[in-house]
């Protein structure tokens, strides 16, 4: 492959990845440190998932340029990912609930 | 793939009927070490893909590189956690938990050695002078393969490490 990137997809400056790196880095921080913190037991769950996803999101349109890129190829990441979640949460449902019933049944 | 094997792990999460537990061997401090470097990795990456467009080709070598470097500290990190883990007593057919979580990491541990043998090659390549801004686009290529390993990799860590 020999071809120049098109000019027209701007990518961010080497000063917005160092940003992103560093927002990156608080972020993993505040994931270990909320998961050492007891008082963030009961939340700690959808806070790292908040985290977590702000990590993701980060990447990908920042270092992976789906924010500058044309829209074609958010669709080609956005698609198989969608797909993906579906993926897991259908199984989580159907195996979830087949074990956890299969449970309750050997236990009555 | 990922999908598949991150649900399996969390559908037979805490189903395990004999230890090791996750909490038994789990080393957050050392896992959270080996995120911040393949978080570095993507950065130096990206700083790599910026030296080839615009024609720097020493810092193009050096941060290539570096990313080749940081993804080889990073799979290093999991031969000794996995080192670890086996002295613990945890193999692939001791529990559920050391089945569903070898085959999930150890996916991602294969993605990664495939990134490094890219980036190695691309290095090289670069060295020979046979890679300069005309193929930039084989650069950026790469970067979005690292970056995925990447993105996978910080759903693994709050899923599998974080999320106990």
Redesign the interface.
Known sequence: MSTQPEQGAAHPTVGVYLRVAAALVILTVLEVGVFYVPAFRPVLVPVLLVLSAAKFALVVMFYMHLRADSRVFSFLFGAPFVLAVVVLVALLFLFLGALTLRGAAGAG | L???L???Y??YKG?SVVGPYPRDVLN??FT?IS??DL??S??M???A??AV?RGDMKWGKIWLFSTALLGTVFLGGQVIEFTDFVHKGLTLQTNLFGCTFFVLTGTHGAHVTVGVLWLFTLWVRALQGKLG??????V??T??YW??V??VW??I??VVY??Q
């Open positions: 990922f999908g598949s991150i649900s399996t969390l559908v189903r957050i401090p959270s995120t911040f978080l570095m993507s950065l990456m990206v700083l893909l910026a467009q801004p005309a193929h930039a686009m084989t950026e290529i970067g979005l970056h995925f990447d993105v910080i759903v860590f709050t974080l999320i």
